[in-house]
């Protein structure tokens, strides 16, 4: 698929990391960008920068996605990319003991749901949604490309840490779906992809110790250092473009591993 001032597409947590990098990448092809985040400061900031359209959207709401794609179809047409950022992480042991007085709890069960329902189900909706409008497009091509969808799971859905229980089930399910709907939606021309970030300089990361950062970019095989949300939008302009690019989960970790802690 070329990019340029034809194509409009939407990026789900795209206010700030991954998913800022992406809006920044289709932008500067041309793309007319929508940005779905909670983050209203950050959003408009960055939708004032690139010329795109901020829109105020939970994604774990029906209304609210609703709202948030017509409100990008009507500034922009209806979008041909969609990019999946928006998630949460959380961290907690299936069960604890306290060191205190040695009573035990298990992983608190709404934390646990309210995980699955951004990273997991909130995906779903999102691509559900966008692939119905899709749909309706003429094709772009002989092949009968319509549309082009890249998600955002985690090298925790392969090897999830200690207290990863609710983080890893969640993007695990997005690899796990991944085919299935690149299969649902092959005959109406929409490819569906899923990139697997290692550990990545975001926002999640900002709070750190300069020490944390520098043992965390020890921990990677090659190249030593965090990656940058610039290479994982560089990958997911590649998903999009690249007209093969179908059905596949590529991880983008520098060849780490995870240890269990």
């Known amino acids: 698929m070329k990019i340029d001032n034809n194509v409009a597409a939407v990026v789900t947590g795209g206010a700030s990391g991954l998913g800022g990098a992406t809006a920044r990448a289709l ?3 041309g793309a007319k960008v929508a940005i779905f985040d909670l983050n209203a400061d950050q959003g408009e900031a960055l939708a004032s920068e690139i010329g795109g359209l901020f829109c105020h959207v939970n994604v774990t709401s029906d209304e609210s996605v609703d709202a948030g ?23 907690a042991k299936t069960v604890a003991r306290s060191k205190e007085d040695g009573s035990l709890s298990h992983f608190p069960l709404d934390a646990f749901d309210r995980v699955i329902q951004v ?23 002989e092949f009968g490309e319509r549309g082009a969808i890249v998600n955002t799971a985690s090298v925790a ?8 229980a609710a983080y ?37 990361l900002f709070g750190l110790p300069e020490k944390a ?26 998903m999009i473009e690249c007209g093969y690019f179908n059905g596949e989960d590529v991880r983008l970790d520098g060849a780490i591993r995870m240890a269990p802690r």
């Open 27 to 29: 932008a500067t092809k």
């Open 69 to 91: 794609f017509a409100k990008a179809r009507a500034a922009h047409g209806q979008e041909r990319v969609l990019v999946n950022c928006a998630g949460i992480g959380n961290a």
């Open 119 to 141: 990273n997991l189900v909130g995906t779903f909706r999102c691509i559900a949604k966008s692939a119905v409008g899709m749909v309706t497009l003429d094709p772009i091509d």
């Open 157 to 164: 859905a392969e090897d999830g840490q200690i207290g990863q």
């Open 168 to 204: 890893s089930a969640s993007k695990g399910g997005v690899v796990g779906m991944t085919l299935p709907i690149a299969r649902d939606l092959m005959n109406e021309g929409i490819r569906v992809n899923t990139i697997l970030p290692g550990i990545f300089h975001t926002p999640l």
């Open 213 to 238: 950062i520098e043992a965390l970019s020890a921990s990677v095989p090659f190249p030593k250092r965090l990656g940058q949300p610039e290479e994982y939008a560089q990958l997911a302009m590649t």
